[in-house]
């Protein structure tokens, strides 16, 4: 009987011992997957950034487009004007 009760007191220290390395197991990969998830926060809103930057840029170069664009007509007019004025 003393037998028995010595495995089976041997049995529920080995189980303790392999709970107690489950639970660090289970607690480190809860601590990644908080850094992960942290990790993926600021990664999106790098992005989120990054979008309203370009969003930003793409209408400064809509804007010089528009004065490039306004300054060629105005040289075009300007040319037309001055070659009539030369052939009256």
Do not use: P, W, Y
Not at 18 to 24: G, P, V
Not at 25 to 31: D, I, M
């Amino acid at each position: 009987m003393r037998s028995i009760h010595l495995v089976q007191a041997q049995r529920i220290t080995n189980l303790e011992s392999e709970n107690r390395r489950l639970l660090d197991e289970n607690l480190a990969f809860r601590t990644e997957n908080i850094g992960l998830k942290c990790q993926l926060a600021r990664q999106a809103n790098l992005v989120e950034r990054a979008r309203g930057a370009q969003q930003v840029l793409e209408q400064i170069l809509n804007d010089i487009t528009g004065v490039k664009n306004g300054l060629e007509d105005s040289l075009q007019n300007g040319m037309t004007s001055h070659m009539e004025m030369v052939n009256v």
